[in-house]
């Protein structure tokens, strides 16, 4: 940014500073894009991160197919622990930052304790320099600084920099932006396109969180503006107002950095995954529709699991396990109770169907098919464990339970029996519980 004149207005401006191009126009400048040194306004980049991510534009710019694949570029910090300091002159920013570190903290299994020298090697220390910035990932052994300048003390603002910190990428570099967002290039300060580049699966995980328009790591709409129109447009304009929100991190943000780092609240105990791979952890206890056909009254199939909680589990820490299951599929039955498995027909079967059973030491492996469709569960005892793959398209968004509707959308995984999407995995859970069985 040294080619041009910043100025930090008298008046303290929300968020922002009055920059003056070469062309003597002013524009306003969230405090984001004010450091010096940084790479789409607010990230530093290690040596190696740059050649990295230059090789990469230089590709996309004379459009070369590179198939070198390249490592995840940001590393994440071990164990989801960063340890943090806030250095001397950002002390009176403390209330701002501890906020912004809960925010973190109340969503995330990702955990800040103070930097102790005899405990952690690494850490993020907040000082208060140009702008508000930060690194991508785990990148320094030590001290690794994040800077919350003038105009950064925000609680958004600071969440968005410990994103960075933490290895998100802007929002709209993601691979598949432009399936949601429109550049305006003609609105780009001259020699400030290559803030809006996209990068490939390669350098971007998005471990299959659908883009968030209104994630915290997303560019405001005027970012980089040199004539104050938008540089950013929505393809489906009722989204455009969620662009650029600095309030908190979004049900997306929350979901990528959990996936990231492994939380427990998404590899907990019992492990559910939706159809469509969306993790979460869900600890009711009783019977639990895990599946069945939503689309006839009558369901062609309907399967219903049973939660029990885990011998070492506590009030502070409940967990429950699977113990139990039941499919039944037309007029069949199977009851799978630890390795015990009963069979059984409720009545005339006419339905060509027919549930396969298949034993293997510790395994209980139950099949059916209909209308094309084969589903199989496999039920390992020793870990509590039951992995549902279903071959076949017929019941793509017809599906409803735990594991969700299958429509290869995970944002509407969260399905209540009366079709809203809930946010909070509890709730949903619940929500599938099989009103009647007694459970001792
Ligand atoms: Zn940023």
Known sequence: MSKYVV?????????????????????ELPAELQGKDTFEGDMKLTADQFTKIEERIEAQKHRIETRKAYAILSTRWEDAIV?????????????????????????????????????????????????????????FTGAQEISIGIGCEHLGTIAHEIGHAIGFFHEQSRPDRDSYVIINED????????????????????????YDIGSLMHY??????????????????????????RDGLSDADILLANLMYKCPGVSGDPHMKTFDGRPYTFQGVCWYTLFKDCFYHKPDFEVAVKFEPRGD??????????VAFNVSVGMEYANVNGLDVITGNKGHDTAARSIRVQKEQNVVILEF?????????????????????VQGATYNGRLCGLMGNADGDTRNDFQTPDGNVV???????ESWEVKGQTCE
């Open 7 to 27: 100025f930090y207005s008298t008046a303290c401006i929300f968020m922002s500073v009055t920059m003056t191009l070469s062309n003597g126009n002013k524009i």
């Open 83 to 139: 340890p943090y300091r806030i250095e001397p002159e950002s002390q009176g920013d403390t209330a701002v930052i501890l906020s912004a570190i809960a925010h973190w903290e109340s969503k995330t299994c990702i955990r800040f304790p103070q930097y102790d020298p005899a405990e952690h090697t690494s850490f993020i220390s907040f000082t208060k320099q140009d702008g508000c910035w930060s690194y991508i990932g785990k990148v």
């Open 187 to 210: 609105n780009i300060i001259d020699g400030y396109e290559d803030n809006f580049q996209k990068y490939d699966t390669g350098t971007i995980d998005t471990h299959q969180v659908p």
């Open 220 to 245: 405001g709409e005027r970012y980089f503006s040199k004539n104050g129109l938008n540089t950013i447009d929505a393809v489906n304009p009722a989204d455009q107002s969620k662009m650029g929100q």
């Open 313 to 322: 589990s506590t009030t502070d820490h409940f967990r429950t396990r699977a």
């Open 369 to 389: 098919t209909s209308n094309n469709t084969t589903f199989t569960l496999e039920w390992a005892l020793r870990k509590h464990a039951l992995k549902v793959n």
């Open 423 to 429: 946010l909070d995995a509890a709730e949903f859970g």
